[in-house]
């Protein structure tokens, strides 16, 4: 009789990627949405008009250094009770200057009326894709938290 061979899958453990380097690429992603922004304006020394949008870009690009901050130091800080608190910077950095971007372009912002329809500006093109990927890995590492910190049911041993 010929004997039959089953080849079975190898079952490997998953490798976790460190934490502390997801933070780092977050931490990089919230420093690029600072610098698209400094480069959008034509620099640290420039200002944007109107003021209002001005004093915008200087918030984002100040948001971006403490994000990357909390990102980076907040879990090594004494008792590190907020350790997602970084992450939760991350989706409002990411998201508040992506709907301006798209409301600027679509319906207009008072005193900037002039990009309406300006899709193809690159600057704004990279900005975009920079902060959708901070959003996309700062809400999935704070859905990890929420699975991390939920009661787990007890199971049997039958």
Not at 3 to 26: L, N, Y
Not at 35 to 52: K, L, M, N
Not at 119 to 146: D, H, K, N, P, Q
């Amino acid at each position: 009789m010929m004997e039959q061979t089953i080849a079975r899958p190898v079952h490997k453990p998953a490798v976790a990627t460190p934490e502390f380097a997801i933070r780092g690429v977050g931490a990089l992603l919230a420093l690029a949405v600072a610098a698209v922004h400094v480069a959008d304006q034509g620099g640290i020394g420039s200002f944007v008009a109107p003021d209002w949008i001005g004093w915008g870009y200087r918030m984002i690009e100040a948001g971006g250094v403490l994000t990357a901050l909390a990102l980076l130091l907040l879990p090594r800080a004494a008792g590190a009770r907020l350790p997602w608190l970084g992450w939760a910077a991350g989706v409002a950095l990411g998201t508040m200057p992506f709907l301006a971007y798209l409301a600027s372009r679509t319906v207009g912002v008072p005193g900037d009326p002039g990009d309406v329809g300006n899709w193809g500006y690159w600057v704004g093109t990279v900005s975009l894709f920079i902060e959708a990927a901070l959003v996309t890995l700062s809400a999935g590492m704070l859905l990890a938290y929420r699975r991390a910190s939920e009661p787990r049911p007890l199971r049997r041993r039958n």
